[in-house]
């Protein structure tokens, strides 16, 4: 079956422009996860979703980033006036619910160079 | 905070030979950690789950073991191959289960 996809798979951008991201999940699953690599680094948490709601906003880095999910399918990350520091791999992943003994099914990512 | 610790290093070894990942965690035991696969340009693949009360879980060619005492688990690949090369995540969850914390990863190497 259809896996998690992400898209585009990667962006240029400039500094200051914003930048959406898209995330399409394993159909049926309820919980979207979205994580950001940087070169060398681990992933790092930004946002869960359950259902439409995102009850964990905390480790978004700044207030330029904002997520959405529509239909509980579907989520968009945008990043308002994108910095270089923003550059990474932008990861996301669903699992049928948040829970411990879920697998989090992980998309290709997004690839985001800001010059 | 929580952390996940992973050597930094990349690990090479010889085919065939046991391949031996180390991932240490910080504060109070995660109830359970994760280990996953990422090979370049994808998305980590989930391998294996272990539970605090379970001392050791195997897959096929993957053995990981949960010491609570040493804050520590390992994960193992046995008569590893070419095909093994990856990057191997160590992951722990929060309290509700709804985030991981993942460790940096370790690159393993297997040369022919």
């Known amino acids: 079956g259809a896996g998690v996809s992400q898209s585009p798979s990667n962006k240029v951008t400039e500094k200051g422009k914003d930048v959406e991201l898209r995330c399409d999940p394993i159909?049926?699953?309820?919980?979207l996860y979205w994580y950001r690599q940087s070169l060398g680094q681990g992933l790092e948490f930004l946002i869960y979703?359950?259902?439409?709601?995102?009850?964990?906003k905390s480790g978004l880095p700044s207030d330029r980033f904002s997520a959405e999910r529509t239909g509980g399918s579907v989520s968009t990350l945008t990043i308002q006036r994108t910095q270089q520091e923003d550059s990474a791999v932008y990861l996301c992943a669903s699992s049928l619910v948040a829970a411990y003994t879920d697998t989090q099914y992980f998309g290709p990512g997004t690839r985001l160079t800001v010059l | 905070s929580q952390k996940i610790e992973q050597n930094s290093e990349a690990l090479n070894i010889q085919e065939g030979k046991t391949a031996t990942l180390t991932c240490n965690y910080t504060n109070y035991s995660p109830a359970y950690l994760q280990w996953y696969r990422q090979d370049p340009g994808r998305g980590p693949v989930f391998l294996l789950l272990i539970r605090e009360n379970e001392k050791e879980k195997r897959k096929e060619r993957l053995k990981v073991t949960f010491d609570t005492t040493l804050k520590q688990s390992l994960f193992h690949i046995t008569a590893s191959q070419p095909a093994d090369s990856a990057t191997y995540l160590c992951?722990?969850?929060?309290?509700?289960?709804?985030?991981?914390?993942f460790g940096g990863g370790t690159r393993l190497m297997v040369k022919p």
């Open positions: 159909s049926g699953h309820t919980a």
């Open positions: 992951a722990r969850a929060n309290n509700a289960g709804n985030m991981l914390t």
């Open positions: 979703f359950q259902g439409n709601s995102a009850p964990d």
